[in-house]
C-alpha cells in the first residue's frame, strides 16, 4: 500500500496540501474581492435629475459609495456594465411625495452581475433615507415636529457560543466529506488487495497458504479499513481547521468561531461504523470485479452512496427514531447533532448501534463472497447470487422440492431481516396511523412482520420446521402456555404502574396507539380483542422466536440469545417506557420455545396476554371512561379497583397452574447440547431426545475422512 502513490495522494495529499492551499487561497481571494466591491463607488443614473433632487443630494453623499452619471443611452450603459443601475422618477417626484401623493420610482438592475448585490445594498440604504426625509417633510409642513417619528431601540443577542455557530456552518460539509473520503481512501488498497491480485494470478497461491480464509480476509479487511479510518480523520481535522480560518478571513463576526476537539472526537466516532459499512462495500466491488477496468465501473456508482448524506443535511431532518435507523442519514443527523451541542445520549446510542448492525451485515456479505470457493475462477459470477449462498454442510440433509439443499437461517440473515422490517414499520406504518386499528394489524403484522420472514426463508432454502420451530407440542405445553397468558396479563399491568412511580411515561408514540386501539374497541369490541391476540400472537412469534431465535441460538450461548431477542422484540414497539416490560416477556417466550422445543405453547401465551390485556382495558373503560383510565395511566401511584384484585388473584393461580403443566408438558424435551454445525459454529437447536440422537446420527466425523477440503 506505501509503495501505491494513488493511495497516498488520496490519504495525505489531499487533507495536508491541497486543502489548506485550496481553501485559504479561495477566502483570501473571496475577502479581497468583497473589500474592492464594498469600497467601490457605483455609477447610477436617474431620468429626471430634477424631480427628484435631495435624491441626487443624498446620493452624491460620500457615505452611500453612489454617485449620480448621467447618460444618453441609460439602458444601454446599463446592459454593457458602464453604470451599475437607472433610477426612474416621474417628473416633480419629489414634491408630489412631500404633498402627499402616491408616487412609485423605479429602480432598475442587473443581477447577473457580481458587483450588483453590494450595489443593491446600498441604494437600498440610501432610498430608506430619502423615504425618512420626505415623512419629516410631511409632518414639517402640517406643523407636526419630527419627534414623533423616534421609535423604540431594539437589541438582538445571539445566546449560540462560537464553537456552536462554527459547528452548524461545520455540518453542512463535514458528514459528506468524511464518509466521501474515507471511502475514497479505501478505494484504491481494496482493489490491490483483490482484483490487482486476481489479474496477477496471486490470489489463488494466497488462498493455499496455511493461513485461513478468515485470517486472509482480517488481514485485508484492516488494510483497507485502517486506510479508509485514517483517510477520514486527517480530511475531519484538516477540512475544519482550513475551514476556521477561510471564514475568519471573509467575516469579522467569524473571528469568534472556535473548534470543539471533543465534538470532532464525538463525530468521528459516530462516523466510524458507517465508515467500516463505505469501506467493506468497496471491499466486496474487488472482490465482484474480475480485472481492473471492471472494477472501477463498478466503483462509480458506488462512490455516490455518500451523496445521501448531503441531500439529508440540506432537508436538516429532526432527529426521530425513524431517522436514526436509517442508514447514512444517521450519522448525517447525529453528526449534525454533536457539532451543534444538542445530541443526547440516547440518540447517539441508536444512531450509531444501528450503523454498527449496517456494518456487520455488510461485513458478513463480503466474508460469504471471499470464503466461496469459486473466488479465483476467471469465470465466476458472483452477481448472480450464487456466490452469496451457502453449500448447506452442516446445516442438515433436507433439500427442497428441486433437490437443494435445506439450511438454517445464519445471524447475520437474522440481523438483516430484523433491520428490514425495522425499516418497513418506521416508514410505511405511520401511513396506516389514520385508517383504523384493523388496517394498522393486518398491515404491520402480515405486510411488515411475517411476510418478509416468510420471502426470506423461501429465497435462503432455510428449514421451515427447525427454523420456525413447527414441532408439534404436548397437550399440557399447550394449556400450560394459555394459561400462562392470561395470567400473566393482570401481573405484568401491576409491573406497569409500579415503574410508573420511579418512571413516569410520556411517550406519544404509546398514547397514539392507545387511542387507536380505545377507538376500535368502542365500534368492534369482541373483533378487535380476538384480532390483536391473534395476529400478535402468531406473526410476532414466528418472526422473533422463529428466525431471529433460531439463527442466535446456533452463534452465541442460550442466554445471550434470548436476552438479545427479547430486547429486539421490545426496542421494535417503539415505546422506550414499555421497553423493560415487553423486553422481559420477549425473554420469557423465548425460553419457552427454546425450553420446551415448539412455538405453539409460546403463540398461545402472546396472543392470550395480548387479548386478555385488551379486555382489561375495554373493561375499565366501560366502568369509568376513557378521559378517567387516561388520566389513572399518566398518574403517579398505585390505584387498584376491587376487580382488579380479583384479577390479581385469578391471575395468580392461572400462572401457577399454567407453569406446573407447562413443565409437565416439557419433561419429555429438552435442549440440544452444542454440535458441530456449519462452518464449525457451535448450533443450539431443540427437540426431543430422539431428535437429538438422529440428528447426531447424521453428523460425519470429520477426524475420519482421509481427503479433507484443501480450501479452508
Known amino acids: 500500500?506505501?509503495?501505491?502513490?494513488?493511495?497516498?495522494?488520496?490519504?495525505?495529499?489531499?487533507?495536508?496540501?491541497?486543502?489548506?492551499?485550496?481553501?485559504?487561497?479561495?477566502?483570501?481571494?473571496?475577502?479581497?474581492?468583497?473589500?474592492?466591491?464594498?469600497?467601490?463607488?457605483?455609477?447610477?443614473?436617474?431620468?429626471?435629475?430634477?424631480?427628484?433632487?435631495?435624491?441626487i443630494h443624498l446620493m452624491n453623499d460620500q457615505y452611500t459609495g453612489l454617485t449620480a452619471v448621467k447618460r444618453y443611452d441609460p439602458t444601454r450603459a446599463l446592459e454593457t456594465g458602464e453604470v451599475q443601475a437607472v433610477v426612474t422618477a416621474p417628473p416633480g417626484a419629489q414634491e408630489r411625495m412631500i404633498n402627499g401623493e402616491d408616487v412609485e420610482v423605479k429602480v432598475r438592475l442587473d443581477r447577473s452581475r457580481t458587483a450588483t448585490p453590494f450595489v443593491e445594498k446600498k441604494l437600498n440604504g440610501m432610498l430608506d433615507d430619502f423615504r425618512k426625509w420626505v415623512v419629516e417633510q410631511r409632518l414639517a409642513k402640517r406643523g407636526v415636529p419630527p419627534d414623533v417619528l423616534k421609535s423604540f431601540k431594539t437589541e438582538t443577542q445571539d445566546i449560540s457560543s462560537g464553537q456552536q455557530r462554527f459547528g452548524k456552518l461545520l455540518a453542512g460539509a463535514l458528514p459528506l466529506m468524511l464518509l466521501m473520503t474515507g471511502m475514497l481512501g479505501a478505494l484504491f488498497p481494496a482493489l490491490n488487495a483483490t482484483t490487482t491480485e486476481r489479474e496477477l494470478g496471486t490470489l489463488e497461491t494466497l488462498l493455499v497458504t496455511p493461513a485461513g480464509r478468515t485470517e486472509l480476509l482480517v488481514a485485508k479487511g484492516a488494510l483497507v479499513l485502517v486506510c479508509g479510518l485514517l483517510t477520514a480523520a486527517l480530511n475531519m481535522v484538516s477540512m475544519s481547521l482550513v475551514l476556521m480560518r477561510a471564514t475568519s478571513l471573509l467575516d469579522t463576526a467569524a473571528k469568534e468561531f472556535s473548534v470543539s476537539f471533543g465534538a470532532l472526537a464525538l463525530t468521528y466516532l459516530a462516523a466510524v461504523p458507517t465508515l467500516i459499512l463505505f469501506t467493506t462495500v468497496v471491499l466486496i466491488v474487488g472482490l465482484i470485479a474480475r480485472n481492473f477496468r471492471e472494477a472501477n465501473a463498478f466503483a462509480t456508482p458506488v462512490m455516490l452512496l455518500p451523496l445521501a448524506s448531503l441531500a439529508v443535511g440540506i432537508m436538516e431532518p429532526a432527529a426521530t427514531p425513524a431517522i436514526l435507523v436509517t442508514p447514512i442519514a444517521n450519522t448525517t443527523v447525529i453528526i449534525r447533532e454533536v457539532l451543534t451541542g444538542r445530541v443526547s445520549p440516547a440518540d447517539y446510542f441508536l444512531a450509531f448501534a444501528a450503523s454498527a448492525v449496517y456494518a456487520a451485515l455488510m461485513l458478513s456479505v463480503a466474508a460469504r463472497l471471499f470464503s466461496n470457493e469459486q473466488l479465483v475462477n476467471p469465470a465466476w459470477e458472483p452477481l448472480s447470487m450464487r456466490g452469496f449462498r451457502r453449500n448447506g454442510r452442516g446445516a442438515g440433509t433436507g433439500s427442497d422440492a428441486a433437490g437443494r439443499p435445506l439450511r438454517l437461517p445464519a445471524a447475520d440473515e437474522a440481523l438483516a431481516l430484523f433491520a428490514f422490517s425495522l425499516l418497513l414499520l418506521f416508514y410505511v406504518s405511520p401511513e396506516w396511523r389514520y385508517r383504523g386499528l384493523m388496517v394498522n394489524l393486518l398491515g404491520n403484522e402480515l405486510l411488515l412482520i411475517l411476510a418478509p420472514a416468510l420471502l426470506l426463508a423461501w429465497l435462503f432454502r432455510w428449514k421451515w420446521r427447525e427454523t420456525f420451530n413447527l414441532r408439534p407440542a404436548q397437550p399440557t405445553a399447550l394449556a400450560g402456555g394459555a394459561l400462562l397468558g392470561i395470567g400473566l396479563a393482570p401481573w405484568v399491568q401491576l409491573a406497569a404502574q409500579l415503574q410508573q412511580r420511579v418512571w413516569p411515561g410520556d411517550s406519544e408514540t404509546s398514547r397514539a396507539t392507545t387511542k387507536l386501539i380505545a377507538?376500535?374497541?368502542?365500534?368492534?369490541?369482541?373483533?378487535?380483542?380476538?384480532?390483536?391476540?391473534?395476529?400478535?400472537?402468531?406473526?410476532?412469534?414466528?418472526?422473533?422466536?422463529?428466525?431471529?431465535?433460531?439463527?442466535?441460538?446456533?452463534?452465541?450461548?442460550?442466554?445471550?440469545?434470548?436476552?438479545?431477542?427479547?430486547?429486539?422484540?421490545?426496542?421494535?414497539?417503539?415505546?422506550?417506557?414499555?421497553?423493560?416490560?415487553?423486553?422481559?416477556?420477549?425473554?420469557?417466550?423465548?425460553?419457552?420455545?427454546?425450553?420446551?422445543g415448539s412455538i405453539y405453547p409460546a403463540m398461545l401465551a402472546h396472543g392470550l396476554f395480548d387479548s386478555t390485556s385488551v379486555a382489561m382495558y375495554f373493561y375499565a373503560i366501560r366502568q369509568h371512561g376513557i378521559e378517567r383510565m387516561t388520566a389513572a395511566a399518566e398518574a403517579k401511584g398505585l390505584q387498584f379497583e376491587k376487580w382488579e384484585l380479583v384479577a390479581l388473584a385469578a391471575g395468580a393461580v392461572l400462572t401457577a397452574a399454567g407453569a406446573v403443566l407447562f413443565r409437565r408438558g416439557i419433561l419429555s424435551t429438552r435442549p440440544l447440547s452444542p454440535v458441530v454445525g456449519e462452518e464449525g459454529r457451535g448450533e443450539r437447536l431443540s427437540g426431543p431426545k430422539s431428535e437429538i440422537s438422529d440428528f447426531k446420527s447424521q453428523i460425519p466425523d470429520s477426524k475420519a475422512d482421509p481427503h479433507p477440503d484443501p480450501l479452508p
Open 1 to 55: 500500500m506505501l509503495r501505491d502513490r494513488r493511495s497516498l495522494a488520496v490519504m495525505f495529499g489531499i487533507p495536508l496540501l491541497l486543502y489548506p492551499l485550496v481553501a485559504i487561497g479561495v477566502a483570501t481571494l473571496a475577502g479581497s474581492k468583497k473589500k474592492e466591491l464594498t469600497d467601490q463607488t457605483a455609477q447610477i443614473v436617474v431620468n429626471d435629475p430634477y424631480a427628484v433632487p435631495y435624491l
Open 519 to 596: 377507538d376500535a374497541l368502542g365500534a368492534h369490541p369482541f373483533v378487535t380483542i380476538v384480532a390483536i391476540g391473534l395476529l400478535a400472537g402468531v406473526c410476532e412469534e414466528l418472526f422473533y422466536r422463529g428466525p431471529l431465535q433460531t439463527a442466535f441460538l446456533r452463534k452465541m450461548p442460550a442466554w445471550v440469545a434470548l436476552v438479545l431477542g427479547g430486547v429486539l422484540f421490545g426496542a421494535v414497539h417503539m415505546d422506550v417506557h414499555g421497553l423493560p416490560a415487553r423486553a422481559l416477556l420477549g425473554v420469557f417466550l423465548g425460553w419457552m420455545v427454546w425450553r420446551g
